[in-house]
């Protein structure tokens, strides 16, 4: 049990609700900042990841590594926050009319691409000695823009897990309820 992934999943719902659909994953974003710094919940938002190339010789037999890297661009990963810890949680938003979760979760489904990227974003801080050993959780919210004419203020907020320690996702999460 995490209180911080309930809490941040309480959060998540609690801004679907208040603001509800046609924004832009920045709102979303900056709305969840927001409620995490008034809970004095330690995280930052835009965490840059530089993506580097270590360029490689190659003769007829072999190819190996140079000690020479270049700076080739940057991610940017949404928000990361820390527990008590001092563990990372990795939060990837999204704002799209499609569903994210695959509908019959297997260990062959197929994941989206907002799942990837999630996965990226683990993948190039388990290379960054800073945060190497204490990535915790990945978090995918899609704040879904899927609305009907019924119900136009309405909204589902998608929340997908991915816990590193044990490399397995939690699709559709909600808590469970004593």
């Known amino acids: 049990m995490s209180l911080l ?6 959060i998540v719902q609690y ?7 046609g924004h832009s994953e920045v709102v979303y974003q900056k709305g969840c900042s927001q409620i995490l710094q008034s809970h ?3 995280h930052h938002t835009e965490h840059h990841v530089p993506i580097v190339l270590q360029i490689p010789e190659i003769d007829s037999s072999s190819i190996t590594l140079t ?3 270049f700076h080739i661009g940057d991610e940017r990963i949404d928000i990361l926050m820390y527990d008590d810890n001092q563990q990372v949680h990795i939060v990837e938003l999204k704002a799209v009319a499609a569903k994210l979760s695959p509908i019959n979760a297997s260990s062959c489904s ?3 691409a907002p799942h990837v990227q999630l996965l990226k974003y683990i993948r190039m801080l388990r290379k960054d000695e800073k945060y190497a050993g204490r990535i915790h959780t990945g978090y995918l ?3 879904r823009q899927h609305v009907t004419h019924d ?5 589902t907020v998608e929340f997908d897990i991915y816990d590193a320690a044990t490399d397995t996702w939690s699709f559709n999460y909600t808590p469970d309820v004593a």
């Open 40 to 42: 004095r919940i330690s």
């Open 5 to 10: 992934r309930d809490q941040f999943y309480q």
């Open 15 to 21: 801004i679907g609700e208040n603001i509800g659909p």
């Open 141 to 143: 919210v899609n704040f």
């Open 151 to 155: 119900a136009p203020d309405v909204m």
């Open 110 to 112: 197929v994941l989206s």
């Open 67 to 69: 000690p020479n890297t």
